[in-house]
């Protein structure tokens, strides 16, 4: 079966042509958004972007031609808007088609740009160089957990550190993460007051050893924020635990200390419950058989699930690398996988046809029904004492509109409850939630929707994560809540980098490119300073069908990311520019640090 797809305007022309006669075929494929066809088949059934055209009889070695059209009036941007996963259903039998090439166009090479700071993303907050450099070193004497677990990543990374020149530690009375970083030709000293400080001077000097002789001089370097985040939806695709491990390796290089593992979607629920185990058993494999169908996979079947084992190994392998780890379990709405394997969490007289941006009806569970209670009560619980951060993410984004207004048992408890509008009853549920959170012993966090409502959201004791703009974190902080920003403009690194047709992401946010990372100043109110804690990258992967598509989407953007997120002093584009040679990541997401300064 010969099969290939082009962009031409609004419309996607797929040409299959079949090497034997078929009858009766079905296409199936996901895309970037709901899609149908237009020409050349007959939709038989959707779900989300999830789509299945009826195709005629098709004769041996003549080209068939489907015109697709998104939904919405969107229009491809690029080669990721292509049919995901394409493949012809046949005779109780599967026929894969070829995917589309994916990754990103190789990135236009940059001018050799003159930096002569020290080649570290990000740039340390002070450094007082003596002019001198060390001898060639083989490596540093490792002393301590925190170096310790440097020489691990260096292991891991196939670059050396651990070697015969002297490091002595030494307690100083410095901020949280931040480090004293001498280095004289005979040796080096650590001051820091946290495992956090020493980690970070040994990354520092896991980089610098990658350049040669080190300069001697003094570093001393502090984050800006406490908070330096990086997000990985795994719902929609399932990323090995090895994957997992690299990004955290990858984030810990550029000293971000927070990952937020999105395990939970519309799609699928990932992490195995000793409570509920049929939970994650029946949604994490999505496709032919499955309960879900092959939506985002890459071909007729994707999936997997985390065992507890395999998430405790991640969380031990994040806290050596400084990094917490911040689950997410989305509701009331993207919650698709829990409706459909629990109807009872769903008002059967609900009226409503209320649809989700993605496409999807009946994903939201419905606080008018004990099921949903108990539910999540359950899923907290087991998630609060798996996972050791003392946060909880509940979700709380894109609750579709006009949600439960069409449920006679939603509207009673609005009722009771005084509450008018959907905003209000998802501001009372998400507090209901938060207490469930609090009650465990855990900060809730939310997505910035959280503070909608009457009754004034989820409550000002809650992180807020702003993502539509920067505008939603800024009214969040000023009406009193603590936020991380992660404005999609800046630090969705699923969006596109450019409008090339050749590229590949989403562009609902426009496009991201590298100096888009750094074109924002993370809180331009002053008097907002105590309440911004944070700057977070996030990566969605609807669009992803494997794990290696991540990295050329990742970096090097999330340089930029990490400077936001780290430095005091406001990131130079040319320097951006300048290193961002030199960390270059390959398909498996191991870093080499090669920039000849
Ligand atoms: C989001 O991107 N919907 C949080």
Redesign the pocket.
Known sequence: MDYACRIDGDLLICTLTPDRHLTGAVFCFSGMAPLAPVAGGKLQCSLGSYTEVALPDMPANRPHIVRLRYAGGYTPANRAWMPLGPYLRHDNDVIRLPATPAGRRAAKPLAPACFDGLPLVPQPTQWTPTGAKTDAIDGFVVTGDALTAVASLATRQKVPFDGTFPVELITQDLPTDAYRLTIDKDGITIGAASYGGQFYAGITLLSLLQHGPLPCGEILDQPRFGWRGQHLDTARHYYEPGTIKALLDLMALLKLNRFHWHFADDEAFRVALDVLPELAQKTALRGEGQVLPALFAGGPHEGGMYSRQAVRAIIDHAASLNIEILPEIETPA?ALALTTLYPETRDPDDTGTETS?QGYQRNALNPAMPKTWDLLETIINDICDLFPFGYVHLGC??LPTDTWMGSPRARALMAEHGLETTQDLQGWTIAKLAEFATRKGKRPAA??EAAQGSNGGIGRDALL?S??GQGAGLDAARAGYDVVM?P?QHV?LDMAHTDDLDDWGASWAGFVDLPDTIAWDPVPDPGLSDRIMGVQG?F?SEFTTQDSQIWPMLMPRMLGIAMMAWQIQRPELDTLYALSNCYQVDHRGRVTMGFDA
Do not use: R
Request: aromatic share 36%; no cysteine; hydrophobic share 50%.
């Open positions: 993207h941006v984004d894109e997505w910035e994560f993502w539509t992660t999609a969705y996030a969605w």
